[in-house]
């Protein structure tokens, strides 16, 4: 990619120019980026507006900015995924660390509803994984993750997945989740589901759908989960 003059300012030029980098893997997760001064001489444009393409990069968490060290590559870790993306609290806001035990993983033919929403062929397979996780020994949530396995090939080989599912896909495929679109309503819990969270049937539970977006904007994860909500709450924070 070139930078000209044209409708796209500058520094959106820049900005799109190092999120392809970061999309092909040029620079590693964790790995420290060259400095204002060295990337503005590479490109042939103003330090200002090198600072001023990492700023948003930094505030979408594409980039991460160490005092005294300089800019690195956002590296997901079981810490930062649970803070940011992991969204049941209790009431008064504490941040929960789920444990997880894997149910199931296998594979199967796409849906037609998850081939549109993932941009697959109707003949491409998917990986469904169900899983259940627990806060303070009582389960707390079930959900079936669809893994398309044109993006994390033979992902259900892994005997032993981690936690934070998306530290995973960033170092062993190449994929960073930079942002996620949750619908949230209120449902009954299905009957298949209800004595995993030892429900009874038809109690009321949090019925979560996600959508997870690679850094490149791709829809590359479906998931949806069924919270049991006594004792936590769905906590969002807007700034």
Same mark, same amino acid.
């Given at each position: 990619?070139?930078? %000209?003059?044209?409708?796209?300012?500058?520094?959106?030029? &820049?900005?799109?120019?190092?999120?392809?980098?970061?999309?092909?893997?040029?620079?590693?997760?964790?790995?420290?980026?060259?400095?204002?001064?060295?990337?503005?001489?590479?490109?042939?444009?103003?330090?200002?507006?090198?600072?001023?393409?990492?700023?948003?990069?930094?505030?979408?968490?594409?980039?991460?900015?160490?005092?005294?060290?300089?800019?690195?590559?956002?590296?997901?870790?079981?810490?930062?995924?649970?803070?940011?993306?992991?969204?049941?609290?209790?009431?008064?806001?504490?941040?929960?660390?789920?444990?997880?035990?894997?149910?199931?993983?296998?594979?199967?033919?796409?849906?037609?509803?998850?081939?549109?929403?993932?941009?697959?062929?109707?003949?491409?397979?998917?990986?469904?994984?169900?899983?259940?996780?627990?806060?303070?020994?009582?389960?707390?949530?079930?959900?079936?993750?669809?893994?398309?396995?044109?993006?994390?090939?033979?992902?259900?080989?892994?005997?032993?997945? =981690?936690?934070?599912?998306?530290?995973?896909?960033?170092?062993?495929?190449?994929?960073?989740?930079?942002?996620?679109?949750?619908? &949230?309503?209120?449902?009954?819990? =299905?009957?298949?589901?209800?004595?995993?969270?030892?429900?009874?049937?038809?109690?009321?539970?949090?019925?979560?759908?996600?959508?997870?977006?690679?850094?490149?904007?791709?829809?590359?994860?479906?998931?949806?989960?069924?919270? %049991? %909500?006594?004792?936590?709450?769905?906590? &969002?924070?807007?700034?």
């Amino acid at each position: 990619m070139s930078l %000209s003059a044209g409708f796209q300012p500058l520094y959106k030029q &820049v900005y799109d120019l190092l999120t392809a980098r970061l999309v092909e893997g040029y620079w590693k997760p964790s790995q420290l980026l060259p400095s204002e001064m060295l990337l503005a001489e590479e490109l042939g444009v103003s330090q200002g507006t090198v600072r001023k393409a990492l700023n948003q990069m930094v505030a979408e968490k594409m980039l991460e900015r160490q005092q005294g060290k300089g800019t690195f590559v956002a590296e997901h870790t079981q810490e930062s995924d649970l803070f940011r993306f992991f969204r049941l609290r209790e009431p008064q806001g504490t941040t929960l660390i789920p444990e997880t035990i894997v149910l199931s993983s296998s594979r199967r033919k796409v849906s037609k509803d998850e081939a549109k929403k993932l941009n697959l062929d109707s003949k491409e397979s998917v990986v469904e994984l169900m899983r259940v996780r627990s806060i303070h020994n009582k389960p707390a949530i079930i959900e079936k993750i669809i893994q398309p396995l044109s993006i994390f090939p033979d992902i259900d080989k892994n005997t032993k997945l =981690p936690n934070a599912l998306y530290m995973l896909y960033q170092e062993q495929y190449g994929i960073t989740i930079m942002s996620v679109n949750d619908e &949230v309503r209120a449902v009954e819990i =299905p009957k298949a589901y209800a004595g995993h969270l030892d429900l009874p049937q038809g109690s009321p539970v949090l019925m979560i759908e996600r959508s997870s977006v690679n850094i490149d904007g791709r829809v590359v994860e479906l998931s949806t989960a069924y919270c %049991s %909500s006594e004792n936590f709450v769905y906590s &969002v924070h807007l700034t």
